[in-house]
């Protein structure tokens, strides 16, 4: 239930954000979205909606800037919703206006490819004096925007601004949990888009569910595998922000990485399935850095490697699934027999 109203920043006019400002506004926040394109911030002053959630209308007093400056300062959550390559440039640009202790929540998700580092590293390297915390789970903004139930975890290293976030965003259809593992929901919620490319590719070559199932399953024993190396904890892995969202980027067509993965699957590039996505595909973006985890960490993550091979390497997708299902005898259990 929500106690307090609070001034709030979201920045990004993507989807995400823009389902986030109407959440949050209806439940009584003052919202300003800012975006770094001018025709973005024109087309949602002029039409009161993205153009890609159709029919989820923008309140009128919802504000719209350009202005990096009006979007940050005096506001009492920032919520940085911009697609993971563009995190750093955009901490960077806001840093100046930040204050100490300011809290900002990351809501988009993936792993930096040259450094390695998770998206709150980056805002926190960029943003020192920013208090960061993270938010993710199984919630596709076509979804959230309309008001339909949504459960979600955020993340944050004091109990204090988890519960502060979680009360400015909980409601009767938005359910919020919190934890104090940001990194294993920040890794859960980047590899699960690499997973899902996978996913997709079957799809696209016509598998069905028993494939999928077997990816689903696979798939998350791989980020709990990576993850827990890493030091995140095995319970994240087991909860929303881990098969619960691998399973809903997995399964649904609101998933620009399952859709990504189909028409791969059918034969198109990676540079042609993301021209034709016309949104940011955060897995390929996350593939590579992905396998730099894995060798930094002597970690096998069979499925993962297969998805670089055929994004990056010009493998076939049908052969891929065939050297994934031919690969050595193994024990499902770690455990040895009577």
């Known amino acids: 239930m929500v106690i307090i109203m609070a001034k709030i920043g979201i920045l990004g006019g993507g989807s995400w954000g823009i389902a986030l400002a109407v959440l949050l506004h209806k439940n009584g926040h003052e919202i300003t979205v800012w975006s770094a394109l001018e025709s973005e911030i024109r087309m949602l002053e002029e039409n009161r909606e993205h153009k890609m959630l159709p029919g989820v209308k923008l309140s009128e007093d919802t504000e719209f800037t350009t202005d990096r400056q009006k979007a940050v300062e005096g506001k009492d959550l920032l919520v940085m919703s911009v697609a993971s390559s563009y995190t750093r440039e955009t ?145 994240t892995f087991c909860g929303l922000t881990g098969i619960g969202d691998l399973i809903v980027t997995c399964a649904s067509m609101h998933s620009r990485n399952r859709r990504a993965g189909i028409l791969i699957g059918q034969g198109k590039s990676c540079e042609e399935a993301m021209t034709e996505v016309q949104m940011v595909v955060e897995g390929v973006h996350s593939a590579k850095a992905a396998m730099a985890l894995a060798k930094k960490y002597d970690v096998a993550l069979p499925i993962i490697e297969q998805v670089n091979a055929v994004l990056f390497e010009g493998k076939s997708a049908d052969r891929a699934v065939k050297d994934l299902m031919l690969r050595d005898k193994k024990i499902e259990v770690p455990a040895f027999f009577s």
């Open 91 to 235: 901490a960077g640009g806001i840093s100046a206006y930040v204050q100490p202790g300011q809290r900002i929540v990351n809501v988009a998700k993936g792993i930096e490819e040259g450094t390695l580092m998770t998206l709150s590293e980056i805002i926190e390297q960029e943003i020192p004096q920013a208090d960061v915390a993270v938010m993710s789970g199984p919630s596709h903004a076509e979804e959230v925007g309309r008001g339909i139930p949504t459960t979600i975890v955020v993340g944050a290293k004091t109990q204090a601004t988890a519960e502060y976030i979680q009360n400015l965003f909980m409601n009767e259809v938005f359910r919020v949990y919190i934890s104090p593992d940001i990194l294993g929901m920040e890794l859960g919620g980047a590899l699960k888009n690499v997973v899902a490319l996978a996913a997709g590719i079957a799809d696209g070559l016509g598998y069905g569910d028993n494939t999928k199932a077997a990816l689903i399953t696979r798939g998350i024993t791989e980020i709990a595998r990576l993850g827990t190396a890493m030091g995140g904890r095995f319970e």
